[in-house]
């Protein structure tokens, strides 16, 4: 309570996440206090029904009674930040075991962002089926797609170690409890360690504070990018960002419409991607994550985001189930900015092992049987002379590092 003369308002409806507050003047987007005789919880204003304000809790309102009081506050609004947690972990309140005094406040938006160039410089994130098939810009905004348990969140923790940019923000957005914190302990060492920061909202917690946490991650991606330095912002998952989105638009009254998601959803995806990108002097790169429910590539956030982003790699359930890591179907991934920043001989070489490999996809049950006659197919031939060494540079293990010096020594033997 910040004083005697306060204006207060009280909770008239609760359910699921929402209240229905009257006696208070709200915008969509203030932070409030319900204050109950058990204790008090903090929600966000998403929408209104006649003259009620429909708020989202950012917890749970299992304490909150009829007529808890409700009042404004401030001190959540902004976001504030510290270079101290870099090699930390922090959640959506900016919360971190480290204690850090020189606090500043995060902008919702940097002059030195506004101006937007091409992508030109390739990055090397030291994976070599990446860095040689599927070659990342400097500001590309490219999608890992793939079901669950095919392996997204180790590949996104080889990036995190291996990547030549200056700073890596890793957002990980409902997501298991488990994975943040191996993410932490085997991910976050030496090197990697002093220029990453991770941003956690766990599967458990509300959607606002997914959707703050989002947020929060990108304020701090771009407050890096605009002192001109090359950030990579590892994002997992923009599914569940989606679902997030979801919940608090549906709880606002929003229509459903494909799969339930509501109109909103899909204009909050493209305007979170089109924040990533090349500036003036910084950069940001965006590495987002996509769950394909039941590996379904028709998924309406799965479409969505394929269209809006620069690109995609797609893992494999098959080649995971048979020990082939990271699962990168080459066949099926593409990086649309690749052809603008790999030399001439790099293209064409990637494009002559992208053909060998769909020759041999195409062949492998006659392979398998004993049935292909050598000779028949001198593409087919020379496939399954290099198999072996291509199956080597696309393999990798999650301590290794290949960066483009390595990467296109490997390529040179294909």
């Known amino acids: 309570m910040s ?14 996440f929402t209240i229905s507050v009257t006696g208070l003047v709200l915008a969509v987007g203030d932070i409030c206090k319900v204050d109950s005789l058990v204790s008090s919880v903090y929600a966000e204003v998403i929408g209104f029904e006649d003259d009620r304000a429909v708020l989202m809790v950012f917890d749970t309102i299992n304490t909150i009674s009829s007529k808890s009081i409700v009042y404004k506050v401030d001190n959540f609004s902004s976001y504030t930040y510290s270079d101290s947690y870099l090699g930390s972990v922090v959640d959506a309140f900016g ?3 480290v204690v850090v005094k020189d606090r500043c406040v995060l902008p919702d938006s940097y002059e030195e962002l506004k101006v937007r160039k091409s992508v030109s410089q390739s990055l090397d994130v030291g994976v070599s089926s990446i860095n040689g098939f599927l070659t990342l810009g400097i500001g590309q905004r490219i999608g890992v797609m793939a079901g669950s348990g095919v392996g997204k969140s180790v590949l996104l923790s080889m990036i995190t170690k291996n990547t030549s940019a200056d700073i890596c923000v890793c957002a990980l957005i409902g997501e298991r409890s488990r994975e943040v914190v191996d993410f932490v ?5 030496g090197f990697a360690k ?5 941003v956690s909202s766990p599967a458990d917690t509300s959607p606002l504070k997914k959707i703050r946490a989002t947020e929060y991650a990108m304020r701090i991606a771009e407050k ?14 923009l599914t569940r960002y989606a679902h997030a989105l979801r919940e608090v638009g549906l709880s606002a009254g929003e229509p459903p419409t494909m799969k339930g998601y509501p109109p909103s959803v899909f204009l909050k995806i493209p305007q979170l991607v089109e924040r990533c990108g090349n500036f003036k002097n910084g950069s940001i790169t965006g590495v987002f994550t996509v769950l394909m429910d039941g590996d379904d590539e028709n998924d309406p956030v799965v479409d969505s985001a394929r269209a809006i982003l620069d690109g995609h790699v797609v893992l494999s359930r098959d080649l995971a189930s048979s020990g082939h890591f990271p699962a990168i179907d080459i066949g099926r991934s593409v990086s649309r900015c690749m052809n603008d920043i790999v030399s001439v001989e790099h293209l064409e070489k990637a494009n002559y092992v992208r053909g060998l490999i769909s020759s041999h996809k195409k062949n492998s049950d006659l392979i398998a049987m004993g049935a292909y006659q050598a000779g028949s197919d001198q593409e087919l031939d020379t496939a399954i002379q290099k198999w072996p060494a291509i199956n080597h540079c696309l393999r990798q293990r999650p301590s290794e590092v290949r960066d483009f010096a390595l990467t296109e020594q490997m390529m040179s033997v294909l």
């Open 3 to 16: 004083s005697f003369f306060t204006r207060f308002g009280t909770v008239v409806k609760a359910s699921g």
């Open 95 to 97: 919360s971190s075991d």
């Open 185 to 189: 302990e085997k991910t976050l060492s």
């Open 194 to 198: 002093e220029k990453s920061v991770v």
């Open 224 to 237: 890096y990018a605009s002192q001109g330095k090359n950030v990579v912002l590892l994002f997992d998952s």
